[in-house]
């Protein structure tokens, strides 16, 4: 008997995960790490791999590289981005009072210090490498931006005006994929802007058909995603916007549902997926969107569960892992934990839900059955309408449960310690139940 039930408990485990090889993500099924707990309390900003499969982490305080054991810090600053030039062997770390140029090949570090520009005290919030120079950047700042030259530590610096005729800030800057003279700049309050470099001329577009509780929100762009045609904006407490380049028509969505009360809605994070797909990170969940058919392949908000907005997606690596953090902690989804859906019990609302001791599957039906310690009978999950209920209430909570298969479609559980077991008989068609003590030899046979 006992050999037999746990032939039982084996096959009933290798079928349900086989059932879920090709679930959806499940952005709580992540695993931490011991030896990554410090960055718990820090606000990671950027994750990216390196060619050698480092995986470096900027934070709104340090740069960490992690190799999946140990972690190392290397830098620190109020960071705000990571950049990775894998042509000249570097990686850019921006940090909001100058950068750090990384040689992954040589180990060595440039350290470059822009505390002040024209003479004022001034911070760097983005940055991108120059295609046309590959000793420049361009560095967005509160009051401009900067054509910064690594080679001679001299930079040229650029005031572009808003329509209210003030220095505008940029936050985010990324290049146009189709016209490499074409570099988009997101601002704060003052919408997006369309940078001619050889022209050095721009245009700005201001988002006013928008949430109205939003409207600066959603003219401080964040994020600036490309594909094809369209631009995905992400922006600070105004959700995203899809911008098309060729009309300037857009539309506005949020990760959360809205209920009347303003948004709060911050995109930190868009990245394109090696399947074309894009990952939207938000303060309030995440979402996957196919950019083509503009399907929400995926959608996981704050609503659901506090984790979404605690562990966001920030970056996938070379072996197709998802790296998730923000407010607490690294977390990541491996290759298998991807292919594992997370079975959920409503009934956790009642304090009735805890580790499954062991299921029975009925085949004909689509049901399983279990039984947990702390519970009050058995429980079924109906693998096709996806609901779950409690089918068998007893006196008090269970101390002890045992549920094996007797001969379908009946269910014998064995419930309490020896000196006051009860065997319950659950005809799963009919719904009746029997009773009776068991003694305590009795459980043995």
Known sequence: MVCKLKNIGLGLLVFYFSQLLHAQYDLNNNAAFKSAEILENHKIQRITEDPYGFIWIATSDNVFRFDGLDLQEYYQGTFVDVLLDTAHNRMAFIHRKGLYIYNYLSGQTDTISLKTINDKEDNVLSAVFSKEQPEMLYLGCNNGFLKYHL???T???????NSLNAATTFLSLAYDKQNDSILWMGSRKAGLY?????RDTYDQYVFTEVNPLTLEESNTITQIVQDNNTLYLGTWHGGYLEFNKKDGNYKQYFVEKINGAKPRDHVHRIFETSSGNLWISSTRGARLLNPGSKEVLYSFSAQNTLEAFEHAPQYIDSQQRLWLGRENGLRVIDTLRNKIKTLKNPLHKDGEWNIPKNIVKDEKN??????VLGGRGIYSYDLNNKESQRIVTVAGHLKSAQLFETRPPVLMVITGPPHESKLQLHDAATG???YSDVRPEGLFI
């Open 432 to 434: 009746h139940v029997l």
């Open 155 to 161: 930079y040229e610096y650029r005031e572009l005006k």
């Open 366 to 371: 689509q049901m399983l059955y279990f039984c």
């Open 194 to 198: 369309r940078y001619n470099l050889y």
């Open 151 to 153: 080679s001679s530590r």
